[in-house]
């Protein structure tokens, strides 16, 4: 279901001019977690697709995009059909102390 972008109604892809390096791929990066929390606030759902980034031609070809721009990924959006049983699928966590060490 990847490829159809989970059945989403929105797609947005992430993209940059390469010559600005992996600095700017990493502010993306940021950019999209907060506009995928910028979503929940409004009541919408999102799934990024890093597969997107190994077909850009035919991304940029379906979607107009310019020859220069790499992407990175794609993003699809919408409201949640709690019916999808991928969408009642949960997994445990890690606790935050697993990976992140704080020092006062």
């Not at 445990?92 to 006062?104: D, H, I, L």
């Amino acid at each position: 279901r990847n490829f159809k972008f989970f059945d989403a109604p929105y797609i947005a892809f992430l993209g940059m001019n390469p010559a600005f390096g992996t600095t700017v791929a990493l502010d993306v990066g940021m950019y999209a977690q907060s506009l995928m929390l910028t979503m929940v606030a409004f009541g919408l759902h999102s799934c990024p697709m890093g597969t997107m980034r190994n077909y850009p031609d035919m991304v940029r070809d379906a979607f107009d995009i310019q020859d220069e721009t790499k992407i990175l990924f794609g993003l699809s959006f919408g409201y949640e059909d709690t019916a999808v049983a991928a969408n009642k699928t949960r997994t445990e966590r890690e606790p935050v102390s697993a990976s992140v060490m704080f020092r006062s």
